[in-house]
């Protein structure tokens, strides 16, 4: 986990912010390139909310 220096919050925030975001890329990437997922269509896997949930308990 990233630790923050309190006079850098802000840049802290960013980079926690954005490592979030590289990581719900490659999960929801992940499941666009199941063959078995159908284009357009809502992602409804419990284990992607379980691991998006746990990702937002890390970094933010």
């Not at 990233?2 to 926690?16: D, E």
């Not at 999960?27 to 691991?51: C, D, E, M, W």
Request: glycine share 2%; hydrophobic share 45%.
């Amino acid at each position: 986990m990233l630790s923050c220096i309190p006079f850098q919050h802000s840049s802290c925030l960013r980079s926690r912010a954005r490592f979030l975001l590289i990581f719900l890329h490659v999960f929801a990437v992940q499941i666009f390139l199941n063959p078995l997922y159908l284009p357009g269509s809502r992602i409804t896997s419990s284990h992607f909310n379980t691991k998006v949930r746990a990702l937002a308990r890390k970094y933010l």
